[in-house]
């Protein structure tokens, strides 16, 4: 019979892929100072956990979908985050005329 290709590669390559990605969104998230970076590194962050929910669904569900449907979930909380997260990025600018993590000090006494 034939296999799909998500059985065709081992549940330890997609792991492998998806730790190699959630530990470069950190490593942005620590290291940059661009509030930009830092929404692309918590973006990234979010498609590593995406890809361990597939991986775990296709290997542990079998025929159910419920890493497909928490993915969904992921991928529509990521997109607000995205959209909420610039708005206020846009926002700062406007003020400020920077996007640097050191200037933001709007909540300081």
């Known amino acids: ?7 065709q590669v081992p549940l330890q390559a997609y792991l492998i892929l998806a730790s190699l990605l959630f530990c470069i969104g950190v490593w942005g998230l620590i290291n940059s100072r661009n509030a930009v970076r830092v929404l692309m590194s918590i973006e990234l962050m979010l498609n590593a956990v995406n890809i361990n929910l597939m991986a775990f ?24 985050e995205a959209a909420v997260g610039l708005a206020i990025l846009l926002s700062i600018y406007r003020n400020r005329v920077t996007v640097d993590m050191e200037s933001f000090n709007l909540l300081r006494w």
């Not at 019979?1 to 059985?7: A, T, V, Y």
């Not at 419920?66 to 997109?79: D, K, L, P, S, Y």
Request: glycine share 6%; charged share 15%.
């Open 1 to 7: 019979m034939f296999n799909s290709p998500i059985e």
């Open 57 to 80: 669904s296709a290997y542990l569900d079998g025929e159910l979908i419920r890493g497909q449907v928490f993915t969904v979930f992921v991928i529509t909380v990521a997109a607000a």
